[in-house]
């Protein structure tokens, strides 16, 4: 069975902090694909990034970058100097080799005050 | 903006009642999902299309729920005898699968629902 876990409901930081949103799964398939999503207050949900199993590499996409390690199976996400309109809820997502069936985290809600 | 689009973006509905929700996705996206999210939860997955054939819907939560993509283009999703254990948010997403590496699914706005 798959599994998603965010252990934490909900962070609040102050401007131009950074901030780390841990996500750990669980998974028996030797391929699958991790994503981000953040759902700000308009309710929608946008994709952020998508990382398969294969590629353990970190990312950086300017103040973003996602640390993926199988040996901890984890995928974490870092906003470097938080702002504002990063106020959101971001969920951590686990899908299978066929992408049918995409397992969520319960989402952390990140509150950046200014 | 070809983003997924979805309608209503708000439904309020009476107990018993049947209720149903459009979604129209990317249009060169050849699979079509649909969530339901509840209060402080992520989605949840119900059932997928790829085209016109529902591939999964063993997830659908009870036979008062079902879905149709009748010309592999927009999808309906009709609730029965709606109960108040219905009310969420319900989102829609689509992908384009082409045999390769797994798709992205990007998501509509949701239609919210609630059963008084």
């Known amino acids: 069975a798959q599994k998603v876990t965010q252990a934490q409901t909900e962070i609040s930081v102050v401007e131009k902090e950074d901030v780390t949103l841990d996500c750990v799964y669980e998974t028996r398939d030797t391929t699958y694909y991790l994503f981000w999503y953040k759902q700000p207050p308009s309710g929608e949900l946008v994709f952020l990034i998508r990382?398969?199993?294969?590629?353990?590499q970190n990312e950086i996409s300017g103040r973003y970058s996602w640390n993926f390690q199988k040996s901890t199976s984890s995928f974490n996400f870092t906003i470097t100097a938080s702002q504002v309109v990063d106020s959101a809820v971001y969920f951590c997502?686990?899908?299978?080799?066929?992408?049918?069936?995409?397992?969520f985290g319960a989402g952390t809600r990140l509150t950046v005050k200014p | 903006d070809t983003g997924v689009s979805q309608d209503p973006r708000h439904k309020i509905t009476k107990r018993g009642q049947n209720v149903t929700f459009r979604c129209d996705p990317i249009s060169e996206h050849n699979r079509l999902y649909w969530y339901r999210q509840t209060l402080g939860q992520g989605p949840e997955f119900l059932t997928y299309f790829q085209n016109e054939a529902q591939l999964e819907k063993s997830r659908l939560l009870s036979d008062r729920f079902s879905a149709e993509r009748p010309k592999g283009s927009f999808s309906t999703l009709e609730i029965q005898r709606t109960e108040q254990g219905d009310s969420a948010m319900y989102l829609c997403?689509?992908?384009?699968?082409?045999?390769?590496?797994?798709?992205?699914?990007?998501f509509g706005p949701g239609t919210r629902l609630t059963v008084l």
């Open positions: 997502a686990l899908s299978g080799e066929n992408n049918n069936d995409m397992r």
């Open positions: 997403a689509s992908s384009l699968a082409d045999g390769g590496d797994t798709d992205t699914q990007y």
């Open positions: 990382r398969n199993s294969f590629d353990e």
